[in-house]
């Protein structure tokens, strides 16, 4: 066993012009890297510019990458078959926070909320992005509508009211993130069912 890895150390030793081959090879691929992300920030930036926006294009195209890695979003599962449900709701970004340079560093595939934190190292320089993860019982990101979040959390439980149950829906979260313009969705959407489901004379 010593003989054979000291044949390979002289293997490795008689065989330079193999080895500088390999530093080329590897010096190449990360100079053609770095060109690729070079042209990323180039285009993102150019993109943004056009678009009057204004913001950090290197922490973009990070955040970018990051969400890529996010695994599948998972299918809805009704709150009927629970007997508390907790939903999170993700809201697009306004015009203005775009405007003004804000990044979406927020990603949603069910049942998961992925925070995307750009983070700067003890160096000052160099960047890089600090994920969190959170688990619910549903999350919709804010490419799906009212009705989709009205379907798996509500629809299903409006039966059991004509059978002396009690639905409550509570809306928590901050000034302007969404809560009035998804409760009166989800209210018309529900008074709507709610006559299609009374019994006739109620």
Do not use: W
Request: a positive charge.
């Amino acid at each position: 066993m010593k003989r054979n890895n000291s044949n390979q150390n002289q293997a490795a030793v008689s065989n330079p012009l193999a080895n500088i081959q390999k530093i080329e090879k590897e010096r190449e691929e990360r100079r053609r890297k770095f060109e690729e992300i070079k042209q990323q920030k180039q285009e993102r930036d150019a993109a943004n510019k056009a678009a009057g926006r204004v913001c950090d294009v290197e922490f973009d195209l990070m955040i970018d990458e990051e969400r890529k890695k996010a695994p599948r979003a998972l299918n809805h599962v009704s709150s009927s078959q629970m007997q508390i449900c907790v939903c999170v709701r993700k809201r697009p970004l306004f015009e203005k926070e775009v405007a003004s340079g804000e990044i979406d560093s927020v990603s949603c595939p069910n049942p998961k909320v992925m925070v995307h934190e750009p983070k700067i190292k003890v160096d000052g320089i160099t960047k890089f992005i600090n994920n969190s993860e959170f688990n619910f019982d549903n999350t919709y990101s804010e490419k799906e509508s009212s009705n989709d979040l009205y379907k798996f959390q509500i629809k299903d439980l409006l039966p059991s009211l004509f059978k002396n149950g009690v639905l409550t829906l509570v809306a928590y979260g901050q000034t302007g993130s969404g809560k009035t313009f998804t409760v009166t969705a989800a209210t018309q959407d529900a008074v709507h069912d709610l006559f299609k489901l009374a019994p006739s004379g109620t």
